[in-house]
């Protein structure tokens, strides 16, 4: 470090006052005192206080990246405000090696002030002690630092093995008090337990629920979160990325892990997810992390289902025209390696609108839920038990026992028998063409997907003008169905493919919707051969 002159800076200047605290605790006036010295300190020395600049920061952070302070440092137009810095002490300044404030002060014509002990920098070149003293009180800082901060991780050590909350309550809980003596987590003496949050919990519960049984994506689930208000962590709105986190913690399902998931450090009573279900989660957003890419908002409805008839290729939309009145289109774009080449393009319009006839071609169908229930091969207890043996503290005494005991727990576990997964086919109350009108565009996307349709469209060979049937442009489309629908309205209702064609569903269905008529099959293959009781349902079902 370099000497500098030190008779260029004035004996009264402009200052500002820098002060630190590493947490804000209930009644400590820790950034108000040092104000006060501070203050104080530049009245008795002729220094006018220009701006008091107060952070709740751990020392480890350099000065020049405080909140607060930091644009003081580095931008110009403040800098040129005032020619010095004081703080109460060193460690207010900084707990780290602080040679990056002092060059900083010397290069930029600053003076560093300290209130105990006084000190400045840069001292005159003749003083030899200013510099010992300022490195050993550095030095001192940086030390109890890490001193302090080895006791504090041996205390969270103990309460985390006493089944104690250390830290901040996961998403969907909140910190309550172990003793339960009633006063507000931050004047609260006693040790910290985790419970669900009514405020938030309940939404987080929903949520999963749509996302997996209802076929929700991450963005519709998370802005359901937003409209319902539920609350977040930080106060921000929710994000699908922010929702996947939350799904992924283990915390949902009762164990707060340490940040490489392989220990637990709390257990929950009362998780809001059971372990199957957030297996189920994981699987599910496992799933979808292994695509290409999350469709955006824009993505249009046969986005990754049509093709072009002539080269088999991808067809995605793209945009002409004017901002203001775009004319919308699906063009044959290839691959990166097989770029197309037939340029082949139609109107989006017309081709959705296509495909919405011939959906709405099976509109009088009933419409069929897919439902999976998960069978119960006791694995998530068995991951359980083996997890808790992992985690055995073997110094403890009865570890032996303790292990003893979960490995006979996890061989009756693993010897009960297991059961298999099912899948049903149950009616919703609804035709598909109702199903169908109640979908946006990516409800429609993802339930073409579903059953696995795949399309192809080529330009009309007939020759059209180009003025206005331009936004038209007329499409050959090629639907690829494999009867599913009907198939599935016939599993669902156990009569045949025939017999459901058969069927007005309209009336059926309208009247079980308003008179809770029971889908029972054999009162369907009854009203099946029964027009005239079909014809008195759609007289009783018209409002």
């Known amino acids: 470090m370099c000497r500098v002159n030190t008779e260029r800076y004035p004996r009264w200047m402009d200052v500002i006052v820098a002060a630190r605290q590493s947490k804000l605790r209930s009644g400590e006036t820790g950034i108000d ?13 002729g220094h006018n206080v220009v701006a008091v600049l107060g952070d709740h920061i751990t020392g480890r952070v350099p000065p020049f990246k405080r909140k607060n302070l930091g644009p003081w440092l580095t931008q110009p137009p403040l ?4 020619q010095g810095v004081i703080f109460s ?10 040679w990056g404030f002092r060059e900083w002060a010397e290069q930029h014509g600053k003076r560093l002030f300290c209130v105990f002990p006084e000190l400045s920098w840069p001292p005159p070149p003749s003083d030899t002690i200013t510099p010992l003293m300022w490195d050993m009180l550095v030095n001192q800082a940086a030390a109890e ?64 629920e749509y996302y997996l049984d209802e076929g929700w994506s991450l963005r519709q689930a998370s802005a359901w979160l937003d409209d319902m208000q539920a609350p977040t962590e930080q106060g921000q709105p929710w994000q699908p990325t922010s929702l996947a986190n939350a799904f992924r913690n283990p915390a949902l399902y009762g164990r707060r892990m340490d940040d490489r998931r392989t220990k637990t450090e709390l257990k929950i009573d009362n998780p809001i997810l059971t372990r199957e279900q957030w297996d189920r989660l994981q699987t599910k957003i496992n799933q979808k992390a292994r695509r290409k890419g999350v469709a955006p908002k824009t993505t249009s409805m046969l986005t990754s289902i049509l093709q072009c008839s002539n080269c088999d290729g991808p067809m995605y939309h793209m945009r002409n025209g004017k901002a203001a009145d775009p ?20 109107s989006r319009d017309d081709v959705d609108r296509q495909v919405s006839d011939a959906v709405m071609a099976y509109g009088r169908l009933p419409h069929v839920k897919h439902v999976f229930i998960r069978r119960t091969d006791h694995a998530n207890r068995i991951a359980d038990i083996e997890q808790e043996i992992r985690e055995l503290n073997l110094d403890d005494p009865e570890s032996e026992v303790k292990f003893a005991e979960l490995r006979a727990e996890r061989n009756r576990v693993r010897d009960l028998p297991a ?5 049903k086919l149950i009616l919703d109350r609804r035709t598909v063409g109702e199903h169908w009108q109640s979908l946006d565009v990516a409800g429609r996307r993802a339930w073409l997907m579903e059953l696995s349709w795949r399309v192809w469209a080529r330009k009309d060979p007939e020759p059209v003008n180009y003025g206005e049937l331009r936004r038209t442009a007329p499409a050959l489309v090629v639907i690829e169905d494999d009867g599913s629908l009907a198939r599935s309205a016939a599993i669902a209702t156990g009569l045949t493919v025939e017999q459901v064609v058969a069927i007005d569903w309209i009336p059926i269905l309208a009247m079980a919707r308003q008179r809770g008529l029971p889908m029972d099959p054999d009162e369907l293959v009854r009203l099946a051969s029964n027009p005239d009781e079909i014809k008195r349902l759609a007289h009783l079902a018209r409002p």
């Open 33 to 45: 005192s040092q104000d006060e010295d501070s203050k104080s300190y530049a009245e008795r020395n």
């Open 89 to 98: 002490k060193i460690d207010r300044s900084t707990r780290g090696r602080d």
């Open 79 to 82: 800098m040129a405000q005032y």
């Open 145 to 208: 630092w890490i001193n302090t901060s080895e006791r504090y991780k041996r205390m969270q050590r103990a309460l985390r093995n006493a089944g104690y909350l250390v830290g901040k309550a996961p998403p969907g809980y909140r910190v309550i008090c172990a003793e339960h003596c009633g006063k507000p987590a931050g004047e609260c003496p006693h040790h910290k337990l985790a419970e669900q949050d009514p405020m938030s919990a309940p939404y987080l519960l929903r949520a999963a």
């Open 327 to 346: 004319i919308w289109y699906y063009r044959c774009h290839g691959t990166k390696r097989e770029p197309s080449k037939c340029s082949n393009m139609v």
């Open 419 to 423: 059961e298999k997964d099912t899948h």
